[in-house]
């Protein structure tokens, strides 16, 4: 989406705005009513609801929270400073919209309970917001993936004192979606799912994941489909009730990192300046918790890194602990799945899939990245999830491309002398080759 542009948006501001709210505000209205009426002719009666939801009070005040994000909605898009995150905020509503109606019409639920009447002001929000909302259109609450969109716009730029009221202010109207008793729990976490994935789909940096096709290389396709049975395994257990529900979470990650491979490429991750989106880091969180113990499971028994070169070292990701401890001044973390550790004093990313065999280009710019980092002679670590495969083959690119070694079978030999356990497979040889051909 660069087509979009990142200009400031100067006299075209509001009504670049206005243009998205003229049409996001009717198609919420239509198509949430006739979400809304569809559910009550089919006289829906299914519920999800926990037992210990009965102790949450009904309290009347919380309309006030829970009506205020229609102003935070019109609000958030003046936040917005560029036309693409206009466009990319506009798209996220839309997206939250037409992913909720469809889950609507799909998966209908009702409100379980009867709320208790209200009077005096209270009573009159509460009585508007009854004239269009009726008990139905239950998961994913839309009212929570639109607060995590217009939180996420409101609170990114803002300063500390103004990001604390932000973030207050969206815990309460949270809280207000139970307190009303609009939705039931299990609203509220589906709904947070589906805010992230619009903030997934739409990145504030980086190009959108689902536009471009990614180039099917090395063993990605089979690397997709053993994620995908993954993602299916956890949702099938999700389809139990209760307390599986939360394999959910887990099934969204799985489901995601396989999109990655079969078509966004490590730019999926979304990591940029060796951090990650915030989409990313929550959507993602229970696979980048797996694979950082994965990390761990497998390189306990070595975790110091190993030198290759004067000033250069290979090796796992490390902690922040073991970077002051082993004294780097420089980091070069290849990596796509985590955020680059802190403490260095300088850190460089050059995102690479896990298992994946990177483009010429990537590997190219991994090798020059390493150049840039070692021209200081300060101590450089660079590193990938276990130290022996991504990272070993970027030292490789870097010992061709700077003439250190003369030949692949060289350069291979001296990474293997100062760390055994490195994984050249046969695609690596034929890709340092071809780099090593291409000077």
């Known amino acids: 989406m660069n087509s979009i542009g990142s200009a400031p948006l100067g006299p075209i501001r509001w009504q670049h705005s206005v243009a998205w ?58 936040a917005c400073r560029t036309p693409r995150e206009v466009n990319h905020h506009g798209l996220r509503l839309l997206s939250a919209q037409l992913i909720s109606v469809t889950c609507f019409v799909l998966f209908p639920l009702r409100f379980s309970g009867e709320k208790p009447a209200a009077d005096g002001v209270f009573g009159t929000l509460f009585d508007a917001l009854a004239g269009f909302d009726l008990p139905y259109n239950q998961a994913p609450s839309l009212h929570i993936s639109l607060l995590v969109i217009i939180w996420w716009v409101l609170v990114r730029r803002a300063s500390p004192g103004r990001c604390m009221v932000w973030n207050a202010w969206a815990l309460l109207v949270a809280a207000s979606v139970l307190t009303t008793w609009q939705h039931h729990f299990i609203d509220l976490p589906t709904g947070l799912l589906a805010g992230l994935l619009c903030l997934w789909l739409w990145p504030d940096l980086g190009t959108p994941p689902l536009l471009p096709p990614g ?14 049975g993954g993602a299916m395994i956890c949702l099938l257990m999700a389809m139990q009730g209760g307390w599986a529900l939360l394999a959910a979470w887990p099934a969204t990650a799985l489901a995601l990192v396989a999109a990655n491979y079969a078509w966004a490429g490590a730019g999926g991750f979304q990591k940029h300046d060796g951090r990650q989106s915030v989409a990313v880091r929550w959507l993602l969180a229970p696979y980048r918790l797996g694979a950082w113990i994965n ?5 306990w ?49 050059v995102p690479m899939l896990d298992l994946a065999l ?58 293997r002398a100062a760390r055994p356990q490195v994984v050249f497979s046969e695609a690596h040889l034929t890709l340092l080759k071809e780099l090593s051909d291409g000077q």
């Open 21 to 78: 709210l003229l049409l996001l505000a009717p198609l919420f209205f239509l198509s949430y009513g006739w979400t809304n009426q569809l559910a009550a002719s089919r006289g829906v009666s299914a519920s999800i609801v926990f037992g210990w939801e009965q102790a949450i009070p009904f309290l009347p005040w919380t309309i006030v929270p829970y009506w205020s994000i229609d102003l935070m909605y019109g609000l958030s898009f003046l």
């Open 215 to 228: 180039k099917g290389e090395g063993r990605r396709a089979r690397l997709s489909l053993g994620y995908f």
């Open 295 to 299: 990390s761990r499971l497998w390189t």
């Open 301 to 349: 028994r070595k975790p110091e890194p190993d030198r290759v070169a004067d000033t250069l070292w290979l090796g796992r990701l490390p902690t922040a602990a073991e970077l002051a401890r082993e004294r780097f001044d420089a980091v070069v973390d290849v990596t796509a799945e985590f955020n680059t550790p802190r403490g260095a004093a300088r850190s460089y990313s």
């Open 358 to 415: 990177p483009s010429l280009a990537t590997l190219r710019h991994a090798a020059a990245t390493l150049d840039t980092a070692v021209a200081n002679g300060d101590r450089v670590l660079v590193c990938c999830a276990l130290g022996y495969s991504r990272s070993a083959l970027s030292v490789a690119a870097w010992l061709l491309q700077s003439g250190r070694c003369d030949s692949v079978d060289a350069a291979i030999a001296r990474i």
